[in-house]
């Protein structure tokens, strides 16, 4: 028991440690010009619906930040919401590599998140690439479920991550293709739990 609180305590603190990060000067640059873009595109609903002046943006982040406009509009306020998918991809990092290998190196590899320059970068940006992490770890930690236990509901569960993925960002249509690609390699060991995913 006191091994399980110590272990939920250096979470915690890794957890702030990477909150701290990205809350840190997170209203201090002016927008840029994606940054501008993401604004000016969640100034009405009408502009998230397919075919209008979005382009090509994938819409759930924008879907998020019209929804996130609506209690706030400062700065700090709007960069807030991609600052807390930032640290909730470090839970799910953890949450995955302490179902895979232990929870140290879920430890590790949650302060390796926390602190990692190009995440907390990210994290910071009024853009969809905090998401695209958060949902695509996620997605991962789904497959491996999946292939562990074969439930109905693991699968499910993958499938609406893996339809976030896309709706956050197109190009995650790559790690898509790659995780199927490794549940078909897998195939002959797993067997009897990718029917589902078959069907």
């Given at each position: 028991?006191?091994?399980s609180?110590?272990?939920t305590m250096i979470l915690l603190l890794i957890?702030?440690?990477g909150a701290g990060l990205r809350l840190y000067r997170l209203g201090a640059l002016s927008l840029w010009f994606d940054e501008a873009l993401s604004v000016l595109?969640?100034?009405s609903f009408e502009n998230l619906l397919p075919g209008t002046e979005r382009g090509t943006d994938s819409p759930l982040f924008l879907f998020f930040l019209y929804l996130w406009r609506q209690l706030g509009t400062s700065l700090f306020f709007l960069r807030l919401l991609p600052a807390i998918f930032g640290v909730a991809t470090?839970?799910?990092a953890y949450r995955f590599s302490r179902d895979r290998f232990g929870g140290r190196i879920g430890l590790a590899v949650a302060c390796a998140v926390a602190i990692a320059p190009v995440h907390i970068y990210y994290s910071q940006e009024l853009r969809s690439y905090s998401l695209l992490a958060?949902?695509?770890t996620l997605a991962m930690h789904a497959l491996f479920r999946c292939l562990e236990r074969g439930r109905t509901s693991d699968w499910v569960r993958?499938?609406?991550?893996?339809i976030a993925c896309i709706y956050t960002h197109y190009g995650s249509?790559?790690?898509i293709l790659a995780m199927n690609f490794y549940a078909l390699w897998k195939f002959s060991a797993y067997r009897h739990r990718l029917r589902a995913w078959l069907i």
């Open positions: 028991m006191a091994a609180k110590r272990h957890l702030l440690l595109y969640t100034d470090i839970w799910a958060l949902v695509s993958f499938t609406i991550y893996c249509g790559v790690l």
